[in-house]
């Protein structure tokens, strides 16, 4: 058994056909309901339910301050490489696309990893786009060793690994583990996916399932929105959040929503994200699971960033860059524009200014 | 559409298992049965006494009940697994309901201990239906060890103090692919019905019934709860609470 | 000769079966179980076994209980 099995089950539902008959009444008993169904989490993704966002957005504020207090955890991501042996359509890294190809040394990892700890922050993630030939394991661990000096937590975003060489990143100081399925339709997901090892659905839809068996401490995951029918991805991607949870309790699970931004390769999104839709599917999946987490990037407009604050989100990255080594070179071309450029100290005085605290040590392994 | 709950391959439509226990008579066992519309009944395995001439509890259960024995009396797993092999030698059917007691202060069931005789009985080909404190790592441990539903316990046996383990059984609801039947405890109608409401598949009750002033009315009194709160429970829950708009709403940003 | 009948240390007739001890003791067949050295036996056999000193029979029956 594993969340494919799962996903399997919902071959075949006719979602459109769902979303034309839920009432308002069906809505109402979702909102008010102490422990959602699946189908409940549905009627609030319902087109039905945006007249009910305000009420939603009540519950959902009620329960994230209930489960994780008036806080918002601060983190950074550092792009140690942009080699890829994927053709992902959407996507400013892919290996067609030519741009500079780099890889930090241990000096330059060094070197990024001390201008960010500088600012206070100390939960980091890694990434190094998706070669397993270029950024082998031994490279991510000999960058985990660094980063180790100067941050309390250390979650990685690679290409999906073996259960056991997630657990030697783990042993190596690694705890956190983030990978985007990208789409949940899998005919979708081939047509995106033309070549490379990204091709193959299944083994990127268990990678999660891998790194919890191997001790990761938090696993997000997440749909990129504008690739395919938003409401039914961000279904299958709380169904498996869900799976996750009650499969792995010792984990902590969380969601990104991202939206697909303008990138190098000026791929049209074919589906368009309103604020509005976006905000409907933090809502939702807070009502959901009150107790996963939902992490919003930079790739989000600071206007949007600061009010979604009070709507059911736990984490933010602060000072970003998705350049690689973009901090100590600025001139370096990242996978996508950043839309929330501010500083990790200017984030922590909008947090502070909307009545929360921003954190930026949740815990460290001691 | 017929609101069945299946265990064991059976079909139960009536969710209020009787415990045959304290009852003044036994002739009541029947009429209660009758009354309520019980199909589930438990019974005990026990030494016979050769001092005294015992009735046989089996002549007054109705044929078509489901005699489910408990391994009462075990201290510990072996103790359990061999009550329950003698009473399915003697033909009594697959189920058992395991109730491993090494307390007898309070007489709550070891999970540890119910955990193993569980596992091997299951192994056996019996219908496990085990006893337990409600523990949300010690269901699913049930659940692995091939249980055929969890009895988690509303209070301590016979106490009749009701759905004391209410948010513990409502986490195990939520979290167990299996039945979850509250046993022990239940002292009212209204507090079974509240288990049901709570999504509870059955309800095993004795001691209510049983020392109750007229024990057949109130088997019947029990099985309408029982099924009033399933009704509930299947109509879903109305709208109770509600979020009034506020003066600043979260979501007034939101343009397009 | 001394069996453990029940647990209990009882003087029975040399040579006794147990079906001779489940009459004498005017127990109803239909409505026991005989455990036999911690072996169930099936009714059919109880004809058969002649019970030897120190033997352990349990005779068990179903009641009340919750």
């Known amino acids: 058994m594993s969340f494919y099995d799962e996903r399997k089950k919902y071959e075949g539902f006719d979602f459109e056909g769902f979303f034309e008959q839920v009432t308002d009444a069906d809505v109402r008993r979702a909102i008010n309901r102490d422990r959602l169904t699946a189908l409940d989490y549905l009627t609030l993704l319902s087109p039905r339910a945006e007249a009910y966002l305000e009420e939603i957005a009540r519950k959902a504020h009620r329960l994230t301050v209930q489960h994780f207090g008036r806080v918002i955890l601060l983190f950074t991501p550092i792009y140690v490489a942009n080699y890829c042996s994927n053709q992902c359509l959407y996507c400013g890294f892919k290996a067609t696309n030519r741009l500079e190809r780099k890889k930090l040394t241990p000096a330059e990892v060094e070197e990024e990893a001390r201008i960010i700890a500088a600012t206070g922050l100390k939960h980091i993630l890694l990434l190094t786009g998706e070669s397993r030939s270029k950024s082998p394991v031994s490279y991510i661990r000999e960058c985990v060793e660094i980063l180790k000096k100067y941050f309390a937590s250390i979650g990685i975003e690679v290409y999906p690994l073996e259960e056991e060489e997630y657990r030697e990143l783990v042993d190596a100081g690694v705890d ?64 498996h959040a869900d799976y996750l949870q009650r499969a792995y309790p010792e984990v902590e699970i969380s969601i990104s929503p991202p939206r697909m931004r303008p990138e190098l390769g000026g791929f049209e999104p074919p589906v368009k994200v309103t604020d509005r839709n976006l905000v409907q599917y933090i809502l939702a999946f807070r009502l959901f699971m009150p107790r996963g987490g939902v992490t919003i990037s930079s790739r989000e ?28 070179h600025p001139e370096a071309v990242g996978q996508f524009e950043i839309s929330d450029g501010r500083s990790v100290a200017e984030m922590a005085a909008m947090i502070y200014s909307r009545g929360y605290q921003p954190v930026y040590k949740d815990w460290q392994m001691v | 559409m017929r609101d069945v709950l299946e265990i064991g391959g059976k079909q139960i439509t009536n969710r209020l298992f009787l415990g045959t226990g304290k009852f003044s008579s036994n002739r009541l066992i029947p009429e209660a049965v009758r009354a309520a519309g019980v199909q589930v009944v438990t019974v005990a395995l026990r030494r016979v006494d050769m001092e005294f001439e015992q009735e046989n509890i089996a002549a007054y259960i109705p044929e078509d009940c489901i005699m489910m024995p408990n391994t009462s009396g075990a201290r510990n797993a072996q103790e359990a697994v061999r009550i329950a092999r003698l009473a399915r030698a003697a033909g009594c059917g697959n189920w058992v309901k395991i109730e491993v007691i090494s307390d007898n202060r309070y007489l709550l069931p070891d999970n540890y201990e119910t955990i193993k005789a569980t596992e091997i009985l299951a192994g056996e080909g019996f219908v496990v239906l085990p006893y337990m404190s409600p523990d949300l790592m010690v269901a699913k441990k049930l659940v692995e060890a091939g249980a055929a539903a969890v009895m988690p316990l509303g209070a301590p046996i016979g106490s009749n103090r009701g759905l004391k383990t209410r948010e513990l059984v409502r986490i195990l609801i939520d979290e167990i692919p299996l039945p979850v039947i509250v046993d022990a405890g239940l002292g009212r109608p209204s507090e079974a019905a509240e288990a049901m409401e709570m999504g509870a598949a059955a309800v095993l009750v004795n001691t209510a019934i049983a020392t109750a002033e007229d024990p057949v009315a109130m088997a019947r009194a029990f099985s309408l709860a029982v099924a009033a709160g399933r009704l509930a429970y299947l109509a879903g829950p109305g709208e109770s609470v509600e979020y009034a708009r506020a003066s600043s709403p979260l979501t007034g940003f939101l343009r397009d | 000769m001394n069996i453990y009948l029940n647990g209990k240390a009882t003087d029975v007739p040399d040579g006794l079966t147990i079906a001779e001890l489940v009459a004498q003791r005017m127990l109803n067949p239909e409505t026991i179980i005989v455990e036999y050295n911690y072996n169930l036996v099936k009714k059919e056999c109880w004809d058969g076994i002649v019970l030897k000193e120190n033997d352990r029979l349990e005779i068990l029956r179903f009641v009340e209980g919750g």
């Not at chain 1, 407009?301 to 100590?328: F, Y």
Request: proline fraction near 3%.
């Open chain 1, 176 to 239: 956190g583990f983030c990978m985007y399925q990208e789409v949940y339709d899998e005919e979708v997901y081939a047509r995106l996916h033309p070549a490379g090892p990204k091709r193959n659905y299944r083994y990127r839809l268990e990678a999660p399932e891998r790194a919890c068996r191997a001790g990761m401490r938090t696993v997000n995951i997440g749909a990129l929105l504008g690739l395919h029918e938003w409401r039914t991805e961000a279904f299958f991607t709380g169904l």
């Open chain 1, 301 to 328: 407009r600071a206007e949007l960033r600061d009010h979604l604050v009070r709507l059911g989100v736990t984490k933010m990255s602060a000072g970003s860059n998705t350049a690689v080594g973009g901090r100590s």
